[in-house]
């Protein structure tokens, strides 16, 4: 009998104030017996397209999937993921380049160039030109307010940072720890897995409430508009939980991607600490909710507030104005997509991906 699986999404890389930031490199170990399948080509050549394919046809099977949509196109795949099978497909043109480790051996190359029409994509040249340049343009300003977003974000977290009563939070977060995490004496550590949960897209801060959904029946949310105390309870609960054995998904922010924990899901339990900020909120609760307040000592965190509030407000200004560059990069981009669509030649495509799908 087939197992059911339920659809689970992250976003695996982010636009942030370095220009991009991808976790591709954490999705897989190319020295572990795998298949990893990188994809080359333009945009609108159907790989978004073959990944779906590859996606369902797995659910399918009752093989269990991660779905890893795009930042730039929320409706656009950028990587599929089985964890059982050590198997993945990804896009790995730019920005989230990637090249094989060990080609042949655990990763395969499929350039999807072959079915293109260069003939018609130079004589396009002037257009596609200005079109990728103008893309690029809006990508490099959208950075540049993500970047300001950062300052402020991390300045405001400083602030915040100095009001809290450590000692407090640390006997707060080991106790829960304690009352969630059983003790599993001898067992092998869990696995760690880096992904995003929450992003900044064309279409606003979309946060993917579906996985946590899928995974957990227990959902513990810390409203902390700063992401300081709820950062150290997550990061907890995640270190208590792998040491027991359970494998995490640690899912960080999207300003801080490399840094700082926004939410963690542990599947095995049920269980995911859930930031609750101005940007996401949890839905359908059914734990408790945590209020960072709790931790702050009032006098400290009243004489700071007005700095803090300022430096929120500046930073939703910021991403505000990063989501409107990425709106008008994606507008830029689907017209770039219809010159590579209408020169490439679909039956070559679905030639290759049948060979993909074939190989499964």
Not at 160 to 177: E, F, H, I, N, Q
Request: proline content about 5%; aromatic content about 8%.
């Amino acid at each position: 009998m087939k197992q059911a699986v339920l659809p689970v999404s992250f976003f695996f890389g982010v636009n942030n104030a370095a220009g991009y930031v991808s976790l591709f490199d954490k999705l897989y170990d190319p020295y572990r017996a795998g298949e990893h399948i990188i994809l080359k080509g333009g945009p609108g050549t159907g790989k978004s397209t073959l990944m779906k394919r590859v996606a369902d046809l797995l659910e399918s099977r009752g093989v269990f999937v991660e779905r890893g949509w795009c930042s730039a196109d929320p409706q656009s795949l950028d990587a599929v993921f089985a964890p059982e099978l050590n198997f993945s497909i990804m896009d790995g043109t730019a920005p989230h380049v990637l090249e094989p480790t060990l080609p042949g051996v655990t990763e395969t190359l499929v350039d999807l160039s072959a079915a293109w029409d260069r003939a018609y994509l130079r004589e396009h040249l002037e257009e596609i030109g200005d079109l990728v340049r103008a893309n690029r343009n809006e990508h490099r300003k959208c950075a540049e307010y993500l970047r300001l977003a950062s300052q402020l974000d991390a300045h405001a977290a400083d602030l915040a940072g100095a009001c809290v009563d450590t000692a407090k939070l640390l006997r707060y977060s080991t106790r829960l720890a304690r009352r969630l995490i059983p003790e599993r004496k001898g067992a092998a550590p869990g696995r760690v897995r880096h992904r995003l949960l929450s992003c900044p897209t064309p279409a606003g801060i979309v946060t993917l409430h579906e996985t946590v959904a899928a995974f957990c029946d227990r959902v513990i949310a810390v409203e902390d508009p700063f992401g300081v105390c709820s950062a150290f309870v997550a990061d907890t609960i995640a270190a208590a939980a792998a040491a027991n054995g359970s494998d995490v998904y640690v899912c960080t922010c999207p300003l801080a991607p490399l840094t700082r924990t926004e939410h963690v899901i542990v599947p095995d339990l049920r269980l995911a600490i859930f930031t609750d900020n101005a940007y996401h909120h949890p839905l359908g609760v059914t734990g408790n909710t945590v209020h960072a307040a709790r931790f702050y000592d009032r006098d400290e965190f009243a004489a700071r507030r007005e700095k803090m509030s300022f430096a929120k407000r500046a930073q939703k200004d910021m991403v505000d104005e990063a989501v409107r560059k990425l709106s008008l990069a994606k507008d830029l981009h689907d017209r770039i997509e219809e010159y590579y669509g209408k020169a490439t030649d679909f039956d070559v495509v679905d030639s290759l991906a049948a060979s993909v799908l074939q190989s499964l």
